[in-house]
């Protein structure tokens, strides 16, 4: 695999995330700068900029449908309308920063993970309340759903990724092998791997069982974030360094390192299709790529 740069957007802050739209027209990225803007692609045009979050915008993603979702440091998660104007649905039952979100496949399920040390479950248009999940000890980095809609995994500064039950509302298991904060978690396409990337510079192989397979390192290299590709071959990490990883997980190699960024990569995300490829970074751009297989 191959990345070939075809866009570089920019923010007024750092950029904390992107989203492709279903059909992989429209791109939606998330900053510090307290909005959303929306891209037309291919040509990367300007088209619109989602306001009304009080404070920097932590995730963004699309929902099946064309809605978009935001979540934020304000403590609020919003449904915007595909096309912008005012937010559709706003939920701020979070008690502090909310750090990360995340959408079910088919959008009827939202989570997030915030400051306040928990996990929440929505309705996915309405974001009705539907759970609140405690455990962690400290802050939650990341959060992931199973395309199978059945369970949820959890990252947290407390060096442990919480699995969970979506039926019952309750713990599967505590993962416990990273020594220092887990920054993201991701599940397989297939449901049959979850991916764990840490403060350590390790990204942990997990079934979905959570029983740990093995260890891909880079030592001293803080990873920030994760995500496998739609076929499933290729884990994609973003690290402090700037550089995007790109990891052969069956082989366990590393395939490509790649200087994408000055610095920190908060967000790794593909379009539906595989094709391309945008990363979001602390220094207030977010690049997109075109993804060569090879």
Same mark, same amino acid.
């Given at each position: 695999m191959r990345l070939e740069k075809l866009l570089t957007l920019t923010h007024g802050n750092s950029a904390y995330g992107a989203a492709f739209s279903p059909q992989g027209d429209r791109l939606a990225t998330a900053s510090l700068d307290n909005t959303v803007k929306l891209w037309s692609l291919p040509e990367g045009s300007h088209n619109g900029t989602l306001k009304g979050h009080g404070d920097g915008v932590a995730f963004v993603t699309y929902l099946p449908d064309g809605h978009i979702v935001t979540a934020s440091l304000d403590r609020t998660l919003k449904v915007w309308p595909a096309e912008g104007g005012d937010p559709r649905n706003v939920n701020s039952g979070h008690q502090d920063y909310l750090s990360c979100a995340a959408a079910s496949r088919s959008g009827n399920l939202l989570?997030?993970?915030?400051?306040?040390?928990?996990?929440?479950?929505?309705?996915? %248009?309405?974001l009705n309340t539907v759970a609140v999940l405690n455990g962690h000890e400290a802050t939650v980095q990341s959060v992931a759903i199973s395309n199978s809609e059945q369970r949820i995994a959890s990252a947290s500064d407390d060096l442990s990724i919480r699995l969970w039950d979506v039926a019952s509302r309750s713990p599967i298991k505590t993962l416990n092998g990273h020594s220092r904060a887990v920054e993201a978690v991701a599940f397989a396409p297939d449901d049959k791997l979850l991916a764990s990337a840490g403060a350590d510079g390790a990204i942990k192989l997990w079934t979905i069982d959570g029983e740990l397979l093995d260890s891909l390192e880079t030592p001293g290299v803080r990873l920030k974030s994760a995500v496998f590709s739609p076929d499933g071959r290729w884990l994609v990490s973003g690290a402090a360094d700037g550089a995007l990883r790109v990891w052969?997980?069956?082989?366990?190699?590393?395939?490509?390192? %790649?200087?994408?960024h000055q610095n920190t990569i908060y967000g790794v995300t593909f379009s539906a299709d595989g094709t391309r490829l945008a990363s979001s970074g602390f220094d207030r751009t977010i690049c997109v790529w075109r993804v060569i297989a090879e």
């Open positions: 989570v997030s993970g915030s400051f306040d040390r928990t996990v929440r479950t929505f309705d996915g %248009l309405s052969d997980h069956a082989a366990r190699q590393l395939a490509l390192t %790649l200087p994408a």
